[in-house]
């Protein structure tokens, strides 16, 4: 038979990209709690940026059975979202005349650290994001946010890769059919006979 042209999906929970945009997303309603009133805009807008960045990623994955355009739409949308949340985050630094932790710093290291951990979630880097410290917990976040949109450019450069060499689903409904008219053919015309002397 031929293969299913609805691929498997709707895995997004196994994705990296997605379980680092969980924690960015606790990490930054967690942040706004604390650091901000609670009627400014900017609270709004983090979150919601936050939220965009992890929904998507859900979203892309459930489509990716039936829209690869769709899938590599929505996951590009979630990296702009995140995009966005770290612009927020690099304001709130320079206002408070705070500055952004370099690649090489300690702190920005250990983060990579534990971001390899395997299983990694919000416990692993609690001490980080609710430091009490707003400058820590602050380039904390910033540098989840980094690690987040590293996975979503990778990922997104994956998606383009397999478009051009597997196409979409209009390709593979073809190609299935085709597959499917075949094997009625050969069942038609029975089993090759054998030649005799």
């Known amino acids: 038979m031929p293969d299913r042209f609805l691929p498997p999906h709707g895995g997004y929970k196994k994705l990296l ?20 009133d609670r009627r400014d805009r900017t609270v709004d807008q983090m979150v919601q940026a936050a939220r965009s960045g992890k929904q998507n990623i859900v979203e892309a994955s459930m489509a990716s059975g039936t829209s690869k355009e769709m899938e590599i739409k ?17 304001d709130f ?16 290291r250990r983060l990579s650290e534990l971001a390899r951990t395997p299983g990694a979630d919000y416990e692993t880097f609690r001490r980080a994001v609710e430091h ?5 917990a602050a380039n904390a976040i ?7 949109t590293y996975l979503l450019d990778r990922q997104i450069g994956q998606l383009e890769k397999a478009f051009l060499e597997e196409g979409g689903l209009r390709e593979r409904m ?3 059919r085709l597959e499917a008219r075949e094997e009625q053919r050969r ?10 002397k």
């Open 17 to 36: 990209s997605y379980q680092r945009a969980l924690v960015v997303y606790e990490a930054t309603v967690r942040f706004c709690e604390r650091w901000f």
């Open 74 to 90: 929505l996951t590009n949308v979630a990296r702009a979202s995140l995009e966005e949340l770290l612009e927020d985050y690099r």
């Open 93 to 108: 630094l320079r206002l408070r005349g705070i500055e952004e932790w370099p690649k090489n710093h300690p702190y920005a």
């Open 132 to 136: 009490p410290d707003p400058a820590i």
């Open 142 to 148: 910033i540098g989840l946010i980094k690690i987040t």
């Open 174 to 176: 073809t190609r299935a």
């Open 187 to 196: 069942k038609r015309r029975g089993p090759p006979q054998r030649r005799t």
